[in-house]
């Protein structure tokens, strides 16, 4: 069975500006910033992968490669000894 991963290419990056009334009347735009694509597409590896070992199934070797290559590359945080 070939599992591939849903395209994420044309979603926004940003959602669409906001505005908001300032106390003295003008209206000030905010964005906010949305989820990038690299993450999005290393989320929904990580989720098909726990699909498949949820059901013990295999992981295909380019699955298991995507896996330890996303969880090598994650910044390490502060230490918590």
């Not at 290419?9 to 905010?30: F, I, N, V, W």
Request: charge should be negative; glycine fraction near 6%; avoid cysteine.
């Amino acid at each position: 069975m070939d599992q591939t991963l849903p395209n994420t290419e044309g979603l926004p990056s940003r959602l669409p500006g906001l505005e908001r009334e300032r106390e003295d009347g003008e209206a000030k735009k905010m964005t906010v910033e949305g989820p990038s694509t690299d993450r999005l597409r290393s989320l929904r590896t990580l989720v098909s992968a726990l699909n498949l070992i949820s059901r013990s199934l295999p992981l295909p070797s380019d699955l298991l490669d995507a896996v330890f290559s996303i969880y090598y590359s994650v910044d390490s945080g502060p230490s918590q000894e």
